[in-house]
């Protein structure tokens, strides 16, 4: 079964300071990997998606970007963070083998204030 | 816009009693799913509906996707404050792509 592993579970930054959110997963090779963020008890944002390395699908305009340098990592990252970037940002692989759907498998998220 | 809508968004209800969340779109869904998350932690996957017309049973809890499959149901049968959470439906209407519900967040009182 995979795992995601993520990276800081809280994070305090100021604004305009950089950001770098990094996950990793294990248990599987070559998954489709996703960026979500999660506002206060509500549904999930699709921010950046990857099918592969190198290759970083954007969902939402914004100051955000994303990384895939290797197939089990992804990163999210920011030059400059602003107040809007606060919330609760989750990792997901999502694996589909033939007819089997398993749905996603998400990390435990990381909670980032801009202050 | 949201592409998925879930009603209600809240619900709190006493131990034992009988509730159903819906999750409605204009959108055809290849397949839909059932999330349920605590607070501080991703969400974990409950079920997966594919067929229009389906229903699943996963103990106390019955889903349901519409034969259009555009919509699907998620009913819990004598809640207990262990089902308390955030109930997220999400569907691909393309390719490698999830969308996500609204949310449901349900407090089950003992």
């Known amino acids: 079964s995979q795992t995601i592993h993520q990276w800081p579970a809280t994070l305090v930054q100021p604004v305009g300071s950089p950001l770098s959110l990094e996950c990793t997963v294990e248990?599987?090779?070559?998954?489709?990997l996703y960026w979500y963020r999660q506002a206060a008890g509500r549904g999930l944002q699709l921010l950046f998606y990857?099918?592969?390395?190198?290759?970083i699908s954007s969902e939402v305009p914004q100051n955000l970007s994303a990384s895939r340098p290797q197939d089990r990592q992804f990163i999210l990252s920011s030059k400059k963070l602003l107040l809007s970037d606060s919330g609760f940002y989750l990792c997901?692989?999502?694996?589909?083998?033939?007819?089997?759907?398993?749905?996603?498998?998400f990390g435990s998220g990381t909670r980032l204030t801009v202050v | 816009t949201q592409l998925l809508e879930q009603s209600p968004q809240f619900l709190s209800i006493q131990e034992g009693e009988n509730l159903t969340v819906y999750c409605n779109s204009s959108?055809?869904?290849?397949?839909l799913q059932w999330y349920r998350q605590e607070p501080g932690e991703g969400p974990v996957l409950l079920v997966t509906v594919v067929t229009g017309g389906e229903v699943k049973k996963l103990k106390r809890l019955t889903f349901q996707f519409g034969d259009a499959r555009k919509d699907s149901s998620l009913h819990i049968t004598a809640a207990q404050p262990g089902d308390t959470g955030l109930y997220l439906c999400?569907?691909?209407?393309?390719?490698?792509?999830?969308?996500f519900g609204s949310g449901t967040k349900l407090n089950v009182k003992p």
């Open positions: 959108s055809v869904f290849s397949s």
């Open positions: 990857s099918v592969g390395i190198g290759q």
């Open positions: 248990g599987t090779s070559n998954p489709n």
């Open positions: 997901a692989s999502y694996r589909l083998t033939g007819q089997k759907n398993y749905g996603y498998t």
């Open positions: 999400a569907g691909i209407p393309h390719f490698n792509k999830f969308y």
